[in-house]
């Protein structure tokens, strides 16, 4: 069982910049493919951005594309989200995800075992 805590989220003016953190615990780190999942509010959690197990494979959405950054070290058991250029469409609930079953998990929410509690991303116009 793997447990995830993401960290780094709050408050932030339009043109930005916020480095997400997300530790996991409870498993074996370098297993999981790891992604990143937001959700603003009224509408479903969309993918943001995946990793494969060894940091070699990444993925975005186009609405992130060359302005997120993910990125793992797994010595220290930790993903990251680099987002730069911030957007007030991007606020939202961020989720930090571990997929056990494949080295990359993509954008399918159904490739996720785990997932973290969330944490608020807010970006002001």
């Known amino acids: 069982q793997v447990q995830l805590v993401e960290s780094g989220g709050g408050l932030v003016q339009a043109g930005g910049s916020l480095k997400l953190s997300c530790a996991a615990s409870?498993?074996?780190?370098?297993?999981?493919?790891m992604g990143w999942f937001r959700q603003a509010p009224g509408k479903e959690r969309e993918f943001v951005a995946a990793?494969?197990?060894?940091?070699?494979?990444?993925g975005y959405v186009d609405s992130v594309k060359d302005r997120f950054t993910i990125s793992r070290v797994n010595a220290k058991n930790t993903v990251y989200l680099q987002m730069n250029s911030l957007k007030p469409e991007d606020t939202a609930v961020y989720y930090c995800?571990?997929?056990?079953?494949?080295?990359?998990?993509?954008?399918?929410?159904?490739?996720?075992?785990?997932w973290g509690q969330g944490i608020q991303v807010t970006v002001s116009s």
């Open positions: 995800a571990a997929g056990s079953s494949r080295y990359y998990s993509g954008d399918a929410r159904s490739n996720y075992d785990y």
């Open positions: 409870g498993g074996t780190f370098s297993s999981y493919a």
């Open positions: 990793i494969s197990r060894s940091g070699g494979s990444t």
